[in-house]
Structures are given as C-alpha cells and as structure tokens.
C-alpha cells in the first residue's frame, strides 16, 4: 500500500516532504496502518494547524502547515511537532476504521468537549511509543472543555492512561465528568 | 554600565529565539480568512474557538517575552538619561516603580505559562516591543513604550482576562486582572509624564505622539489588534479611558487597527489570486 506526501517541495514554508513521508511511514508502521493507501496534503499557505481525514481510497489527510511548524522559528519544520501531529490523526484513522468507534460522530459534527476526549485519548497513547508530548498542554485543554475542577481532572487522568476504550466508553467518561462538576 | 543598548544586545539564554517585524512581515502566510461567513471569520481568542487552549497559549507566551522587554525599557529609562537635564527624578521614580511591576509580570506570566502548558522559548520572541525603547529621547519613549505598548498590553490583558473568565479558569482571570491594573497605571504614567514634560513644547509633543502613533501602526500589523471580531485581539475602550486616553486618541488607534485588518486581508486576496 502506499504513502503520498503533497506538495513535494514548499514555496511558504521551509519543510521536507521526504522527511514528512519518513515519519507518516514510521508511524504508520506503529499503529498498524499497513495496509491503507494514504495521502497527506499540507496547506502551506495558512500558519493555522487545523486537520482533517476524507475516508476513501486512499484516505487523505488534509493538514495546515502550523500543525508542523517550529513556533519558535516561524516557517521551520518541527520534528517532535511534525510527528505528535501526524501521531493523533493517525490514531484517529486508524480509531475511525474500528468497530469500537462506528457511534463517533462525524468530524463535523463533533463537539468541542467531544474533541477534547478523542485528543486526549490519541495524545495518552502516543506517549507510550516514546513520543515525546507536554501533557500540561492537553491537560489545560481538557479542562478548558470539561471544566477546572477534580472531577475534569480525573476523566483525564482516566483516558490519558487508557489504550482500549471505546467511543462509547470515552463520551460515558466525559459526560460522567460533567455530571459530578455540577 | 553601557548605555542606550541597541535591541541586537540584549541578555537572552538558547532557549529564545528573536525575530524582527522584518521577519514576521516576510511571512506570506495568513491566519485571517477572507470568508466573510461570520463562522469562519471570527478570529478573537475566546473559548469557544476550536483552537481556543493553542491560541491562548501562544498569546500567553507573547506576554511573557512583552514583559520582559517592558522590564528592560524601563530600566533603561532609568539608567540612559541623566538625572535633572534630562530626565527628572520622579520620572526615573515612575520607571523604577514600573520595573518592580513588569518583574512581577514576567513571574507571573512564566506561571501562568506552565499552568497552559508552555515551555519558556516554545515561541519566537518578537523584539519588536524593546525597538520602541530605545529612542534617545525619553519623552519618546514614554509615548512608544507607556502609551502604545502599554496601551496593547491593555487590550491583550482585557482579551485574556475574559478568556479566562468565559472557560472558568480562575487562576488566568485573577492573575489577568492584576496585571491589567497595573498597565493601566503604567499608561497612566506615560499620559501624565508626557503633557508635563511637554507643556511649553509643542513641537516635542507633536513628535513624540507622531511616535507613538507609528508605534501604534506596528502593533496593529496584519489585524491583530481591532474592535472586529476578525482579529485576535480586541481593543480595551474602557480601560483605555481609565488610563488616560480621551475618546478621539481611542478612535484614531481603532480605525488605524481596522485599516491595518482591512490591509492584510486585502493582501490575502492579492496572493490567493496571484496563486490561483
């Protein structure tokens, strides 16, 4: 099966599409995508770092150019930004592609607490294949859906730690949540 | 101990990277969208946005670095100019106050940063704020650096604190608020100090507001400060009265921000076309 990356060369941004293709197949590797035909198509004309899947043959990953950049040295690629982005949408794929998530909503009807869950699930397990990720960071966007609360804190904690939910099981976690918040 | 330090020279470990308004104009990309569906176009750092934690975070960030070179402006105000002929002591009074403020600022944005999940250095630090410091003439600086950059910390306090208040997090509110009451004294000081130094001085006044309005422009570059819900960044009216701004110096600093917003987007559409 095969791996696209597009555009081969940027005009925008200083990235490199054979490093990108390098990683997307490492990962790939990772979550058992194999045997998927898959294309990623870089945005490199917005700093925003928004992502998107069209399931199809192949399945294409749209991705705006922010998602992979250096916020530090704007226009340059990131390696741990490159791979933790690529690492939650292909988690999600691969998620979206299980019988465990055929209730998820489509993406464009997912809310913002809804996101907030799957993002957290997808980032908890990229943690455990020594993929470096600031926990703080989705901590704070967890509770900043679910509330600054213990309550919030403890569904994080719940699916940070967890590697066989369910959709399911994730929105029961996250509506449980809410419930002791009030 | 040196004086008048040019912006290339000031103390930062390798965890910073500096970048020049030069460098940021060079980016030919845009966060702002030319769809004019309110939806879409809605670019003010609130919770309800999608991106909300990321975008608070890097503004967080962006107060971080603004603090510090706040802390460095005033000091150098302090120290540059000699005491009497060329600065009074109660300036320098106000400047070393404002030094204890701006030093707390930056303990407290470093805190707040952790609790968002930042890293000190994860963004690049503009010095777009020090540059304003460094005119040889302290009433310019007063106007660039207490009356503009003070001015937007204002409007960037006013933005995070309801950011803060709207999600629930009580720690940004407060801490926001804080600060905000200090930079509308820091402005304060700068309205004040300006009209004294320059009551029989016309011509200096004049200078030192064109200054400030240039200040004001650079600040405002590609939209990022407005009263529309199309910039990130919101324009403070009340506090800015509060901090001695009259109705019409707040109403030439909106409709230079709308005409900064109107701009870029203009300029978006120009590159869309161009590649399309």
Same mark, same amino acid.
């Given at each position: 099966?095969? /791996?696209? /990356?597009?555009?081969?060369?940027?005009?925008?941004?200083?990235?490199?599409?054979?490093?990108?293709?390098?990683?997307?197949?490492?990962?790939?590797?990772?979550?058992?995508?194999? =045997?998927?035909?898959?294309?990623?198509?870089?945005?490199? $004309?917005?700093?925003?770092?928004?992502?998107?899947?069209?399931?199809?043959?192949?399945?294409?990953?749209?991705?705006?150019?922010? !998602?992979?950049?250096?916020?530090?040295?704007?226009?340059?690629?990131?390696?741990?930004?490159? $791979?933790?982005?690529?690492?939650?949408?292909?988690?999600?794929?691969?998620?979206?592609?299980?019988?465990?998530? !055929?209730?998820?909503?489509?993406?464009?009807?997912? $809310?913002?607490?809804?996101?907030?869950?799957?993002?957290?699930?997808?980032?908890?397990?990229?943690?455990?294949?020594?993929?470096?990720?600031?926990?703080? @960071?989705?901590?704070?966007?967890?509770?900043?859906?679910?509330?600054?609360?213990?309550?919030?804190? @403890?569904?994080?904690?719940?699916?940070?730690?967890?590697?066989?939910?369910?959709? =399911?099981?994730?929105?029961?976690?996250? =509506?449980? !949540?809410?419930?002791?918040?009030? | 101990?040196?004086?008048?330090?040019?912006?290339?020279?000031?103390?930062?470990? #390798?965890?910073?990277?500096?970048?020049?308004?030069?460098?940021?104009?060079?980016?030919?990309?845009?966060?702002?969208?030319?769809? +004019?569906?309110?939806?879409?176009?809605?670019?003010?750092?609130?919770?309800?946005?999608? %991106?909300?934690?990321?975008?608070?975070?890097?503004?967080?960030?962006?107060?971080?670095?603004?603090?510090?070179?706040?802390?460095?402006?005033?000091?150098?105000?302090?120290?540059? *100019?000699?005491?009497?002929?060329?600065?009074?002591?109660?300036?320098?009074?106000?400047?070393?106050?404002?030094?204890?403020?701006?030093?707390?600022?930056?303990?407290?944005?470093?805190?707040?940063?952790?609790?968002?999940?930042?890293?000190?250095?994860?963004?690049?630090?503009?010095?777009?704020?020090?540059?304003?410091?460094?005119?040889?003439?302290?009433?310019?600086?007063?106007?660039?650096?207490?009356?503009?950059?003070?001015?937007?910390?204002?409007?960037?306090?006013?933005?995070?604190?309801? *950011?803060?208040?709207?999600?629930?997090?009580?720690?940004?509110?407060?801490?926001? %608020?804080?600060?905000?009451?200090?930079?509308?004294?820091?402005?304060?000081?700068? +309205?004040?100090?300006?009209?004294?130094?320059?009551?029989?001085?016309?011509?200096?006044?004049?200078?030192?507001?064109?200054?400030?309005?240039?200040?004001?422009?650079? *600040?405002?570059?590609?939209?990022?400060?407005?009263?529309?819900?199309?910039?990130?960044?919101?324009?403070?009216?009340?506090?800015?009265?509060?901090?001695?701004?009259? %109705?019409?110096?707040?109403?030439?600093?909106?409709?230079? +921000?709308?005409?900064?917003?109107? #701009?870029?987007?203009?300029?978006?559409? #120009?590159?869309?076309?161009?590649?399309?």
């Amino acid at each position: 099966m095969t /791996v696209e /990356v597009t555009p081969q060369t940027f005009t925008f941004v200083s990235f490199d599409s054979a490093y990108i293709l390098r990683i997307a197949q490492r990962l790939i590797g990772i979550f058992g995508l194999e =045997d998927q035909n898959i294309r990623i198509d870089i945005n490199e $004309t917005t700093p925003l770092g928004k992502m998107h899947v069209e399931f199809g043959d192949p399945i294409v990953i749209n991705i705006q150019s922010g !998602a992979f950049e250096d916020f530090s040295r704007p226009r340059q690629q990131s390696e741990p930004a490159t $791979t933790q982005s690529l690492g939650r949408i292909l988690l999600k794929v691969s998620d979206r592609l299980s019988p465990e998530f !055929a209730d998820a909503p489509a993406d464009e009807d997912l $809310t913002l607490m809804q996101v907030a869950i799957w993002e957290t699930y997808c980032v908890g397990r990229l943690s455990r294949h020594d993929i470096e990720i600031n926990r703080q @960071r989705w901590l704070y966007n967890f509770r900043n859906r679910h509330g600054f609360n213990d309550a919030s804190d @403890r569904a994080f904690e719940k699916i940070w730690n967890s590697d066989k939910l369910t959709w =399911d099981q994730l929105q029961s976690i996250s =509506d449980t !949540a809410v419930a002791l918040a009030q | 101990m040196r004086k008048f330090l040019p912006v290339e020279d000031l103390a930062r470990d #390798e965890r910073f990277n500096q970048i020049t308004m030069n460098d940021r104009m060079a980016d030919q990309r845009t966060a702002i969208t030319t769809d +004019s569906r309110p939806s879409r176009a809605a670019n003010r750092i609130v919770p309800s946005r999608a %991106d909300a934690s990321d975008a608070a975070r890097g503004l967080m960030h962006g107060i971080f670095v603004g603090e510090i070179q706040a802390l460095e402006g005033a000091g150098r105000t302090c120290w540059d *100019f000699t005491t009497g002929s060329e600065a009074p002591f109660e300036l320098k009074l106000d400047m070393a106050r404002q030094c204890w403020d701006e030093a707390r600022h930056v303990e407290i944005s470093c805190k707040l940063s952790d609790w968002m999940g930042s890293e000190i250095g994860e963004y690049a630090e503009n010095t777009v704020l020090f540059q304003a410091a460094c005119s040889n003439d302290p009433v310019l600086r007063l106007a660039g650096v207490n009356r503009a950059l003070e001015g937007l910390a204002i409007d960037v306090f006013t933005t995070m604190k309801e *950011f803060g208040e709207v999600a629930g997090d009580q720690y940004l509110e407060f801490a926001e %608020d804080w600060m905000l009451a200090d930079e509308v004294t820091h402005v304060k000081m700068g +309205s004040d100090w300006l009209r004294k130094i320059t009551e029989n001085d016309p011509e200096r006044r004049k200078k030192a507001l064109d200054f400030q309005s240039v200040v004001d422009k650079l *600040f405002s570059y590609g939209g990022t400060r407005s009263e529309s819900q199309e910039s990130p960044i919101g324009l403070a009216r009340r506090f800015r009265e509060l901090a001695g701004f009259d %109705d019409q110096e707040i109403d030439v600093i909106a409709d230079l +921000s709308l005409a900064a917003l109107e #701009e870029r987007k203009a300029a978006v559409l #120009e590159a869309q076309a161009a590649l399309n």
